[in-house]
Structures are given as structure tokens and as C-alpha cells.
């Protein structure tokens, strides 16, 4: 079992920034891609980024150039830094982890609001 425990969310305006780090404990030798989504009201949830656990980056095109992700296996965490937030990127944001075994693991997620 693994448990994942997110927080940074908040009360932004527009061109702000926030920095949002998930914390993972329990099997955390069998982790293995890292990522973020997240879910806006009346909307599907989507991929924001991902990161394997060699450290390659995989972004939506939505957040490219804004946002950037990173993982430090010896701590178990993995950081959005959001950059130039515009009022689209309000969502739920989670956190998620895949093992080495393929199963997929995620966090309750936290709250990102980008309003004036």
C-alpha cells in the first residue's frame, strides 16, 4: 500500500504562483511514475504531468512552459511549481503514483483557485 498526501493549494491571482508537493509513504520502494492531475468543475480529470522515476518530465501542452515538475526518490516526493496562473488552471489537483507492478495510487487532492 501506498499513501499520498498532497499540499501548496491555495488562493492565487492571476500570474501568480503556487507550488504544490505530494508526500509519499508505505511501499515507497516499489514507486514508480509520478504525476499530477487534476479536475475542474463539470470536467474530466486530466493529466498536468508526469515524471518517471529517471526523472523524465511529460507535460500537458496546456501547462508547458509554466510548469515544472520534479521528483526527489530519496525524500518519496514529487513538486509542481506553477508559474503564470491563469484562471483555467482552477482544479482539484492530485496526486498519483504507479508501482512497479502497475497499480495506481492517489492522493484526495487539493484545491487550486485562480481568481482576481
Known amino acids: 500500500q501506498v499513501q499520498l498526501v498532497e499540499s501548496g493549494g491555495g488562493l492565487v491571482q492571476p500570474g501568480g504562483s503556487l507550488r504544490l508537493s505530494c508526500a509519499a509513504s508505505?511501499?515507497?520502494?516499489?514507486?514508480?511514475?509520478m504525476g499530477w492531475y487534476r479536475q475542474a468543475p463539470d470536467k474530466d480529470r486530466e493529466l498536468v504531468a508526469a515524471?518517471?522515476?529517471?526523472?523524465?518530465?511529460n507535460y500537458a501542452d496546456s501547462v508547458k512552459g509554466r510548469f515544472t515538475i520534479s521528483r526527489d526518490n530519496a525524500k518519496n516526493t514529487v513538486t509542481l511549481q506553477m508559474n503564470s496562473l491563469k484562471p483555467e488552471d482552477t482544479a482539484v489537483y492530485y496526486c498519483?503514483?504507479?508501482?512497479?507492478?502497475?497499480?495506481?495510487?492517489w492522493g484526495k487532492g487539493t484545491l487550486v483557485t485562480v481568481s482576481s
Open positions: 498519483r503514483t504507479t508501482t512497479l507492478s502497475g497499480v495506481d495510487y
Open positions: 508505505g511501499s515507497i520502494f516499489v514507486l514508480n511514475t
Open positions: 515524471i518517471t522515476r529517471g526523472g523524465r518530465p
